[in-house]
């Protein structure tokens, strides 16, 4: 039996970012991964391969619809599927190839295999091959991530009926897709599709798109993808999915009951949200606490058994990578007998469609149901210099401030690029600014990151530029 510092079961990016913090700190550190590969659902076949298929996607539709209008004429386009997923691969690849040379680089044991909890300081490792070992840890951390949710009685065969993973790795574009869920991953991954020539249609339960963001920003990018082409059946459910001979049968009707209606489609993507990954961890037996949806309890990222910690999307709170990331560093950090703490006010969340949406802190819905005194500074892209330039004026940015303490407390951007820009609010928050201190700040010009100022400036009532 090998002892360790520290034992990481999962190596996405709450996994490994722990395991480089844990080593960069001396602790003698292995990190487990039964993928094969490490980066987790992010690098494998989440944000990173859908990120390339939007870059590549977006530069073909530009091409397709706004070249000429830029006085660019080109002629003989056309979709090169297997070299765009090639590409799409050569990014996975070059990605994860790093995560495993900076466990090398900081003296991380990487194992291939699957962790599971004998209770106490054990962990019992199925390793490739078949070969189980028994490691010893003074820390256990579970950084095993999430799985996609799917719909009671219906089959993803990863074929006809898809989720995230099987929508990355389609091998033709289809006629019609059907997108079951509006949120950041259906709309991400119909947007691909779409501009690359598919019908797609979104059905959604609730009746507007990404419902946990601001209103008004739901609202307006809702209009904007109906314009780009993207049909939606909102405040509608999805009864039954039957596989035909050629294609899929979708029977949906009103989420309050209603007529019932049919819609058919080569593909069917569910993208109803993701569920903890839990299982065959040996919680039950090491006496780890988890709720009835799998979710792992914790406080302070520490489970009810001392030593063994969890992190990321098998605990509370959103499923985003980079939160991960923020709960590996401080638990490894508390491993070491050091500080370690994540702000959860300062999560930002992006969506990386054209335009796209980013927010952090509250929206003004939470605001008026916490009953906090807020003032609001908007600024629309139509009117920032750069925006119009580039002919990407879609959009508008919105900042919060909490009246009575004078601090930022939220922002919420829809525009190009805005996934960039939206770190700029988070280190403002981070460093407790007001809006004021934002508006003072001196821009470049021109950029879109002078929308950020003006809306700044609106809060306090003195707007500039619109």
């Given at each position: ?6 034992i ?68 003989g ?8 997923m ?17 466990m ?69 574009i289809?006629?019609?897709?059907i ?111 988890f ?51 994540v ?17 952090v ?106």
């Open positions: 039996m090998s002892a360790y510092d520290v990481i079961i999962g190596g996405g990016p709450g996994g490994y970012n722990c395991a480089i913090r844990a080593g960069q700190l001396g602790l003698k550190t292995a990190i487990v991964e039964k993928r094969g590969k490490l980066g987790g659902t992010c690098l494998n076949v989440g944000c990173i391969p859908s990120k390339a298929l939007l870059h590549a996607s977006h530069y073909y539709e530009t091409a397709e619809k706004k070249f000429a209008g830029m006085g660019i004429k080109a002629t386009l056309s979709v090169d599927l297997p070299k765009m090639d590409l799409k691969l050569d990014a996975v690849d070059g990605l994860t190839k790093g995560v495993e040379f900076l090398k680089k900081n003296k991380v044991d990487y194992i291939k295999g699957a962790g599971r909890l004998l209770g106490g300081s054990r962990v019992e490792i199925s390793e490739e091959g078949g070969a189980k070992t028994v490691h010893d840890a003074k820390n256990i951390v579970i950084a095993t991530g999430s799985e996609p949710a799917s719909l009671p009685g219906v089959e993803i065969d990863e074929d006809r009926i898809v989720s995230s993973t099987g929508a990355l790795d389609l091998t033709a289809p006629k019609k897709l997108v079951i869920g509006a949120g950041v991953i259906g709309l991400e991954l119909g947007s691909v599709w779409r501009r690359l020539g598919a019908e797609v249609t979104v059905v959604e339960y609730l009746d507007r798109v990404t419902p946990t963001m601001d209103a008004e920003i739901s609202k307006q990018f809702q209009r904007t993808l109906a314009k780009q082409g993207m049909k939606f059946q909102m405040s509608s459910k999805v009864v039954a999915i039957e596989r035909l001979k050629a294609g899929v049968h979708v029977a949906i009707e009103p989420a309050k009951g209603g007529e019932r209606k049919a819609l058919e489609a080569d593909i069917v993507l569910v993208a109803i949200g993701r569920r903890p990954y839990t299982t065959d961890l040996g919680l039950e037996a090491a006496g780890v606490r709720d009835q949806r799998g979710f792992i309890e914790t406080e302070h990222f520490a489970t009810n058994i001392p030593g063994v910690w969890a992190i990321g999307d098998c605990t509370h709170g959103p499923m985003l990578a980079h939160k991960a990331e923020e709960e590996g560093i401080a638990v490894a950090q508390k491993c070491a007998g050091l500080w370690g703490h702000n959860y006010d300062v999560i930002p969340n992006v969506v990386y469609t054209d335009p796209e949406i980013a927010s802190g509250k929206t003004e819905e939470e605001l008026k149901a916490a009953g906090v005194d807020y003032s609001v500074g908007k600024f629309p892209f139509l009117a920032n210099s750069r925006a119009r330039t580039n002919h990407e004026t879609e959009g508008f940015a919105k900042i919060l401030e909490d009246k009575a303490a004078k601090r930022v407390v939220g922002a919420h951007l829809m525009g190009v690029g805005v996934g960039e820009l939206i770190g700029e609010i988070c280190v403002a928050m981070e460093f407790g600014a007001s809006a004021e201190d934002i508006a003072r700040t001196c821009h470049a010009h021109p950029t879109m990151s002078e929308a950020i100022r003006e809306a700044a400036k609106g809060v306090d009532g003195w707007l500039m530029q619109a």
